[in-house]
Each structure stands twice: as C-alpha cells, then as structure tokens.
C-alpha cells in the first residue's frame, strides 16, 4: 500500500478510467432507451446500477501486471530475486494484489458514487443479506483467480520464450465474458449458458448482476463454480511449477 503513494497518476486515471466507462455506457443507454422503457430485464437505471458496479469490480481487479512482471524478470534473469526472499512466490504477488485492491477500493467507491448523484441515478441495490454475502465473497475469489491465472500466465515462460498469445486470448476472453461490454443477459441463453462454463463468468458479471439485484437464483451455485475453479488452478500452478523451475537458470534469456 506505502507503494501505491509513489504512484500518484496512476490513482488519477484509474478514477478516470472508472468515469469514462459509465459516461461511455451512460450515453449510450440512454439512446437506447428513448426508444423503449425495458431492454431485456433491465431498467434504464437498472441498467446504470449494474454498469457502476460491474465498472467498480472490474477496475479493482489489477492483476495482469503479476503475469507481464514476472514474463520480464525470467527473461531478464531477475527472477531469482523471489526465489530468496523468505516468502512463497506466489503468497508474495498475493500479497501485493491485495495491497493494491485495499488501496484503490475508497477511490474507485468515490468515483463511482460521484456518477450516481451526477446522473441521478435510481441505484438499484439488492437488499438480500444472503445474496450480498454471496456476491462479495465471489468478487474476492474472482480477483483470487485472476491473481492466479496472471500468475500461471507468466510462469509459462519458463517454458516459452513469450506469453503475449496467451495474454491476447485471455483479454480477449475478459473484455467479453465478465460483462463489462454489455451485459450477458441481453445474450441469446445457449450462449450464456456456454458461458456458464468459464470462471471469467463469475469474476465481475455475476457479481454485479447478483449486487444489482438480478440473477439470485445462481448465487451459491456460482460461489461454488468460482471456488472450484480457484482450487484447478492452484493445482495446475503447482505443477507448473514443479516442472517447469528446473529450467530456469538465473540468467537472462
């Protein structure tokens, strides 16, 4: 968190960010819904109330630098540098997502409630204790994964000289499957239910839809999905891991 203060820019433009995206989705809803007073099962604030929340989740989750950092110092031959600190490597970049989301939370909550009260939005907010709950602790083990996947992601290149294919696939995968575009609900339901299948699907659409007051029914069926797929990929970690260490020699490559 003493880190993030260095950086003061930076907490500038991911408010910024968090701005433009619901002015971006604001201008566009509002069209839309000139022309018709519900879209799918939404509401025009209805509709807003998910774009500030999904737009909040999706800004705290800052993991791919984890993916990009490690990717350079294995082939600059720093990587040694988490191989002696008294730490596990993994626990450590953790450790610093979790600095970072503690950091930026109050800025990206401010930035986002500035919007309700600029646009005077209805925010719709589910009052369903149980389903808050649910939805919480699924954004946090969405962020858990992303921490892991980023993390799996650079440790292929102690197997593979660049991993720019496989980060290309998973923003691609992100932009579309967590919702932030347009929400999955307004998809045809063979297409969701495929989407069901990934754990972007859980990471911030789910959440969102369940804070917003949609989709109850899937709540504890999500926390588990989400949940198992953090417990695969910690598994595939650990032998990635295992194997692929042996190859790395502390020299740039």
Excluded at 10 to 26: E, L, P
Excluded at 38 to 52: K, R
Excluded at 57 to 78: A, C, D, F, V, Y
Aim: hydrophobic share 55%; glycine share 8%.
């Amino acid at each position: 968190m003493k880190t993030q203060l260095v950086w003061r820019a930076d907490v500038i433009f991911n408010m910024v960010f968090t701005i433009t995206r619901i002015i971006f989705a604001y201008l566009l809803w509002e069209m839309v819904f000139q022309q018709k007073e519900m879209v799918g099962e939404f509401t025009f604030h209805g509709m807003m109330s998910y774009y500030i929340i999904s737009s909040f989740l999706s800004q705290l989750e800052m993991s791919e630098g984890i993916g990009i950092e490690i990717h350079e110092r294995i082939r600059n031959g720093t990587f040694s540098k988490y191989l002696v600190i008294p730490v596990g490597v993994e626990k450590y970049f953790m450790a610093m997502e979790l600095g970072i989301v503690l950091f930026y939370v109050v800025f990206d909550f401010i930035a986002a409630m500035v919007w309700v009260f600029i646009f005077r939005i209805q925010f719709v907010f589910t009052a369903d204790n149980g389903v808050i709950v649910c939805a919480v602790v699924m954004a946090v083990l969405g962020m858990v994964f992303m921490v892991q996947l980023n993390y799996f992601l650079g440790l292929l290149t102690l197997k593979y000289q660049g991993i720019g294919t496989f980060l290309m696939i998973k923003n691609n995968l992100m932009a579309l499957i967590t919702g932030t575009i347009i929400p999955l609900a307004l998809f045809p339901e063979g297409i969701v239910k495929m989407m069901r299948l990934l754990p972007f699907y859980y990471v911030t659409y789910l959440p969102a839809m369940l804070l917003s007051g949609k989709c109850g029914e899937e709540a504890w069926m999500g926390l588990m999905a989400i949940g198992c797929w953090c417990l695969a990929m910690q598994f595939i970690i650990h032998g990635t891991w295992k194997k692929y260490l042996r190859k790395y020699d502390g020299v740039g490559i």
